[in-house]
């Protein structure tokens, strides 16, 4: 209640003499909280990030980075870091996800192969062609030094979630030594391919969840954790979205038109798709070590349950990767162990 009293204040203070109402916008699995506030001829967004949780500085750059590249994101009118209010431009309420699923799951029970999520192609191709053009400004802006590097550090520690949070808690399971050993091996493996890859700006949480249907299009969201690394990391977290799935051959479709457009502006692309393709993918095995452990976390840490029914398809992602490539066989093995296998399609490469 002071936490609101605080918030209501800090706002009057920011916009006198113009009454407003106020309402919850949305929550992420932080202890963020934004707020839509309705004046009588707009809409503005305030962030709530309590500053003994939350530093907002990272946001206010990355915000300026991001719209200085062209990109829609939203604008800061005011902010109290001593507070930890931030006032906002509003993106709307209808993002990627909600505008190609209408909002609902993704899942099917029982299976670890989700339908894809809805059949109008002509919009999913038009939005995602508008996502990788916003990221390709986002690339095309990358300047080393100005983010956080994408490091072998980081890039470990967050692949250790999933022996720490998936298997150790959630499958109450304890690898033996020789287990370990195999697993630390293909995690050296991917790493080593990660950091052979080109360096940019990197969102690190660029799917449809953070992608709003704005003008112009897309509105970007969520992106105060980007650093510099892996040119294909937010390419997997789009199309290997651990809220939606796609047919493989659509995605390649998209992959290959981001591709061309990349290399016509000069982005170190791989110049041979295949190998580019590769390194999607690898980069998208890291990244589903790293979910899979945050997921679990969230429920066996954090109490929270939303994000379990995601498990399966984030999971089938590894797989079907981990199929694919002799290097990752290991993994594929001990993810057999583990849990029962499913049956894999898809394109070798």
Not at 44 to 56: G, K, N, R, S, Y
Not at 270 to 275: E, H, L, N, Q
Not at 282 to 296: E, N, P
Request: net charge negative; with cysteine; hydrophobic share 40%.
């Amino acid at each position: 209640m002071q936490r609101q009293q605080q918030l209501t204040q800090w706002l009057h203070s920011q916009v006198p003499n113009e009454p407003f109402t106020i309402a919850p916008a949305s929550a992420d699995a932080s202890f963020r909280r934004y707020f839509r506030i309705t004046y009588s001829e707009r809409t503005l967004i305030v962030m709530d990030a309590p500053p003994q949780h939350e530093d907002c500085r990272p946001f206010l750059h990355i915000a300026k980075l991001f719209e200085d590249a062209g990109t829609h994101v939203p604008h800061v009118y005011a902010h109290d870091l001593k507070q930890g209010f931030l006032l906002l431009s509003d993106l709307g309420n209808t993002t990627y996800l909600q505008a190609l699923c209408g909002g609902v799951a993704t899942q099917q029970r029982g299976t670890h192969r989700p339908p894809p999520c809805g059949e109008n192609t002509n919009t999913a191709r038009e939005l995602y062609g508008a996502a990788t053009d916003a990221l390709i400004k986002i690339q095309l802006a990358s300047r080393e030094n100005e983010l956080p590097p994408y490091d072998e550090a980081l890039l470990l520690r967050e692949m250790r979630l999933f022996p720490e949070w998936y298997i150790a808690k959630h499958l109450n399971v304890t690898l033996s030594e020789a287990q370990n050993a195999k697993l630390e091996t293909v995690f050296a493996r991917i790493i080593a391919n990660n950091l052979a890859q080109p360096r940019v700006y990197v969102h690190r949480d660029y799917h449809s969840r953070n992608l709003m249907v704005a003008e112009p299009n897309p509105g970007i969201l969520d992106f105060q954790d980007a650093v510099y690394g892996p040119i294909t990391y937010d390419l997997a977290s789009l199309f290997k979205d651990a809220y939606i799935r796609w047919e493989e051959a659509e995605v390649i479709d998209w992959l290959i038109r981001y591709w061309e457009k990349a290399r016509k502006v000069g982005l170190p692309v791989a110049d041979d798709f295949s190998v580019f393709y590769r390194d999607y993918e690898w980069m998208g095995v890291q990244r589903h070590l790293k979910v899979l452990g945050i997921f679990a976390r969230l429920y066996h840490r954090d109490g929270k349950d939303g994000y379990l029914k995601d498990l399966p398809l984030v999971m089938a992602y590894l797989r079907a990767a981990c199929a694919r490539y002799i290097d990752l066989k290991p993994l594929l093995n001990l993810l057999d162990v583990l849990e029962p296998r499913t049956s894999q399609e898809g394109y070798t490469f």
